[in-house]
């Protein structure tokens, strides 16, 4: 069947979605986020997990409704196998399966990682084959050939923090309330992101490395905040942009270099971090330098989103790679 009606469910984190695809066009997309870790100061898996058995089913119904689609027309129902929190993939994935059987329809199991890169092929314009993707998130940051939507090969990826991750941990150490990468986003574009030089990681390869940023900064801070406790609130601007501009020179340095070994033009960035309005005004730069075209999908579709676990499903669907019922959510599922 070439426009297979497909069920997907996102669950990897602290995001319940529901998406409704139909021959590789999204109906509905709907996302219930959840609002409780901001409490923490960051993702609690067990409330994650908790969270979720209460939201995937009205944000299941309402995709549906939203859709126009009735369950019995589905043909397929995918999820988010992993990589991600295993109690929170656990409730997506017991859900989808329950429901497939309900119904016997089919499963696509779904990795996260690989739906990131394919949220491209949601909406025009699409990258040619083969391109280079740097998906960059709060738990991933790689490098990925991709040579089709099924065939794909990490070339570089972090060593320790994850882009995402360095962004949210030094903005923790400048007092910013949680989610703090979009509110460091938000204040660097005020400021001057040379006054504070931090070291750019050299790491070999295509590989990267973001804990020196993040332990530069800390030991940066306590050591002027002793000199003047307002230091940071009389910086903020200047030090976000000069934290910003740090991580963002460590992922150009490597996706320049990948591109050029790969003789690879067509460059992609995806994951939650490709909203960052400082990559995106790089890339663009760095695009110009180099002749490359450059692909960034749409806002709603950086985040984590079922709209591209459906669109990773719809290939998987076409190419006959479906899932057992015996199929079990992992953790750290690889990007094969």
Known sequence: M?????????????????????????????????????LYGGVVPELASRAHQQHILPVVQAA?????????????????????????????GMFAKSFALALGKPLLAVNHMRAH???????????????LCLTVSGGHTQLVVVRSALHMEIVGQTQ??????AFDKTAKLLGLPYPGGPRLDKLAQQ???????????????????FSGVKTAVMYFLRQQTQQNPQFIEENLPDLCASI?????????????????????????????????????????????????????????????????IAMAAHFQYLAGDFASQLASPDPRLKLA
């Open 2 to 38: 070439e426009h297979p009606i497909i069920l997907a469910i996102e669950s990897s984190c602290d995001d319940t979605g529901a998406a409704v695809m139909a021959g590789g066009k999204i109906l509905a997309n709907v996302v219930a986020s959840q609002q409780v870790h901001e």
């Open 64 to 92: 549906l409704q939203k859709a126009g689609v009735q369950k019995e027309d589905l043909d397929a129902i995918a999820f988010t196998q992993g990589p991600g929190l295993l109690g929170s993939l656990l409730v997506g």
């Open 117 to 131: 890169i394919l949220a491209h092929f949601i909406e025009e314009p699409r990258p040619e084959f083969p391109f």
């Open 160 to 165: 320790d923090d994850a882009a995402g991750e």
């Open 191 to 209: 400021g001057n992101p040379l006054r504070f030089p931090f070291p750019v990681n050299q790491m070999p390869g295509y590989d990267f490395s």
């Open 244 to 308: 910003q501009h740090t991580i963002l020179q460590t992922l150009m340095r490597q996706l320049r270099r990948a591109a050029a070994d790969f003789n690879l033009t067509n460059i992609a960035i995806a994951g939650g971090v490709a909203a960052n309005s400082g990559l995106r005004a790089e890339l663009q730069r760095l695009a110009e330098d180099h002749d490359w075209r450059v692909f960034i999908p749409a806002f709603q579709y950086c985040t984590d989103n079922a709209g591209m």
